[in-house]
């Protein structure tokens, strides 16, 4: 035997949940419901005054015998009260839980099946219920009983779908319709061919519960219940079809657009052909929805947006844009409109996002997005409004990168005011300022990037200088998300005259700002190289600029003597960030020969000089071709030494600068070599001979 909790998921409380239900803090226990009790002392308390009395005694007949117990669970499934009746329900589903999995087998040609004759003939605890109720249905007016007998014929399951379908065949009026319920909730694909034939009555109250019926079934037979709901798209009764529609959706099964287009125009079906329509296949399908968003007011509207939104991110994304830009002019301002409309500002036609079901922002994000693609007048304002909202950066960032150089002008007009050496002017639109930043720069440079690959020059050159002078005025901020936007800016559209610029930023207070200067100046001397070896020349005749002149050194990645010279003095003499960056760039410019250095800079008493040491000399080692032996051994010993050290994370840089610890197996006895300790006069150390190590273990990975 089959239960419906094996079909599929039910509405409503399982049998296993009886007493458990978080919503019934008055539950009544599950020893109460286990505790036997005479059957006549249950029917006697059935017939009390109290109601929770009744509903206690209806608990108990979950564990009683189904046949004694069968008409006292009718007439607590029809009791004035709704506790008493769940409580019968919860005892019905114990009992066809705890009925056998199935009938007893018929036993092979001459051999009788196990068990006594009255064993063999007693219907199972579905059987009887199943009857009992159908009964109920045919002769009870009770509409408490009705209902609850409908729940527990569900979960009978299958055992109870033959028994229904015969019934349908038998009853009249309303009881028709509450069969057609209880097949639905049954859950058995068995019961889909009365559905079916339901669906060709004239009764719609029927033909409506059917479809419900058969949509509920969807996950349990999804090609045999996506034909009929496709089927019944064409139904004469609206709400046939949008229960069909709703269905399909459920289901996320295309509806063609031919049949879309002659539902989307209804008003009662339009929200579930708009959820349709998100899921077409047709290109026509977002220039229909694009036509409509000319007129469309209130919730339709927002429906409109979500399906065009969701349209645009899959395989018709090239449709929507193209359809987008050729909608009626009325469309691109509605939705810069409805992108700027801010949560409660109530009154803004298209749609203040309230009442509407759905997250404002993001329909705005939506929304936004859409006027974007449809380079909308003033979908570049409003991008750059949106990126104040952090809710809204990421999509008004999308935005920004999808209307490309036609949002620069409203850029650097919010640029204009919003850089100033006065923080208390921009104070807490620092993140929307350093990511318009960011998002200017993107767009220049994809601009510098098309038109070199076109042989074009930039179309708005003119704004591009403003812009530069922009990122220039940006990189003095006081304000250091600003100033580090601004210089990695400069790394990628500054000129060669930025040099100095750049230069004195590397000596800012702001580590952070100072870092993002290095960037900019190793960023600059990639694009002008002979600009910034010229530099470098005259930056190393000053201390506090020799920083500087170390990261252009190693940015050019190759140097004369008098460079390597002055690298390798600045490596042991200069400020810590002067050593780190003369280490880098002696290993770059110098190869091999830096060996010398890098060995001195391990043991540098600065934790930031070691470590870019030991990334260093990992490089240089992964670099090494097999045929420079020599220094291929003298870097492995070296790096010996870093693995022998005990420091994880030298280690850890090492690795990462290309040093291959796990795969090359030569390591662990460079390691126990190198630690391995020396007594001092001169004679073998009992450890050493043993062959022990002071450092980690042989193969161990710090």
């Known amino acids: 035997m089959s239960r419906a909790f094996d079909d599929g998921p039910l509405d409503g409380p399982r049998v296993s949940d009886a007493g458990l239900v978080a919503t019934e803090p008055d539950s009544i226990s599950p020893s109460v419901r286990s505790t036997p009790m005479p059957i006549a002392a249950i029917a006697a308390a059935l017939s009390a005054d109290d109601a929770e009395e009744r509903r206690q005694a209806a608990a108990r007949l979950g564990r009683a015998d189904v046949v004694d117990a069968l008409p006292l669970l009718l007439r607590a499934l029809g009791d004035l009260d709704w506790r008493v009746r769940k409580e019968a329900t919860y005892a019905c589903h114990r009992l066809i839980q705890a009925a056998p999995a199935s009938a007893p087998a018929q036993g092979a040609e001459g051999e009788r099946p196990p068990g006594g004759e009255a064993e063999r003939e007693r219907p199972s605890a579905p059987q009887l219920l199943v009857a009992a109720l159908l009964d109920a249905l045919r002769t009870s007016d009770d509409v408490g009983l009705r209902n609850a007998a409908i729940e527990v014929l569900g979960y009978c399951g299958r055992d109870a779908t033959p028994a229904l379908v015969g019934a349908l065949g038998e009853l009249a009026g309303d009881e028709r319709k509450l069969v057609v319920d209880a097949l639905g909730r049954t859950r058995d694909p068995a019961a889909l061919d009365a559905l079916y034939a339901a669906l060709a009555e004239q009764d719609d109250n029927l033909r409506q519960s059917a479809i419900e019926a058969i949509a509920g079934m969807g996950l349990i037979a999804r090609e045999r219940v996506t034909d009929i709901l496709y089927e019944r798209l064409g139904d004469r009764d609206r709400f046939v079809r949008l229960t069909a ?202 601009g510098a990037r098309e038109g070199a690959a076109g042989g074009e020059r930039p179309a708005a050159v003119g704004t591009l200088v403003e812009l530069l002078g922009a990122v220039r005025r940006s990189a003095r901020s006081p304000s250091t998300l600003v100033a580090t936007s601004a210089l990695y800016g400069l790394a990628k559209i500054g000129a060669a005259e930025d040099f100095p610029l750049v230069v004195s930023q590397t000596r800012a207070i702001s580590l952070p700002v100072a870092r993002a200067a290095e960037s900019a100046l190793a960023g600059l001397t990639e694009r002008y190289p002979e600009t910034a070896r010229e530099l470098a020349r005259g930056l190393a005749l000053t201390e506090e600029t020799q920083l500087a002149a170390a990261i252009v050194l190693e940015a050019l990645g190759e140097a004369d003597p008098q460079e390597i010279a002055f690298l390798t003095s600045v490596a042991s003499v200069g400020d810590v960030r002067a050593r780190r ?66 420091e994880p994370e030298l280690v850890a840089a090492a690795a990462q600068g290309g040093a291959p610890f796990r795969s090359d197996p030569p390591w662990g006895d460079a390691a126990e070599r190198m630690s391995a300790p020396v007594a001092i006069d001169g004679g073998e150390d009992p450890a050493s001979a043993a062959g022990m190590s002071g450092g980690p273990p042989s193969g161990k990975v710090l």
């Open 581 to 646: 960056a003369a280490v880098t760039a002696i290993a770059a410019a110098a190869g091999v020969s830096a060996l010398d250095v890098l060995s001195v800079s391990l043991a540098d008493e600065e934790r930031e000089v070691r470590l870019a040491a030991a990334r260093a000399l990992g490089r240089l080692y992964a670099s090494l071709s097999d045929r420079a032996s020599d220094e291929r051994a003298r870097a492995r010993e070296l790096l010996g030494l870093v693995r022998a050290s005990g």
């Open 245 to 446: 529609l709703n269905g399909l959706n459920g289901l996320e099964a295309p509806v063609p657009w031919r049949v879309l287009s002659l539902l989307i125009d209804d008003p009662i079906l339009r929200p579930a052909a708009l959820v349709a329509a998100a899921l077409a296949e047709s290109p026509e399908a977002p220039r229909a929805l694009c036509a409509a968003l000319a007129t469309a007011r209130g919730g339709a509207f927002a429906q409109l947006v979500r399906a065009l939104a969701r349209l645009a991110e899959g395989p018709l994304a090239s449709h929507a844009v193209d359809a987008l830009r050729a909608a009626p002019p009325e469309v691109g301002p509605r939705l810069v409109q409805a992108a700027a409309a801010a949560p409660g500002a109530g009154g803004a036609e298209p749609p203040s996002w309230r009442g509407l079901g759905a997250d404002p922002v993001s329909g705005r994000a939506q929304a936004l997005l859409l006027a974007a693609m449809a380079r909308a007048p003033g979908a570049a304002d409003a991008a750059v409004q949106a990126m104040i909202e952090p809710a809204l950066v990421e999509t008004a960032q999308r935005a920004l990168g999808l209307l490309g150089a036609e949002a620069l002008p409203s850029v650097l007009a919010y640029l204009e005011r919003h850089i100033d050496p006065d923080p208390d002017l921009w104070e807490g639109l620092d993140d929307a300022t350093a990511a318009l930043l960011d998002g200017a720069v993107a767009i220049a440079e994809q």
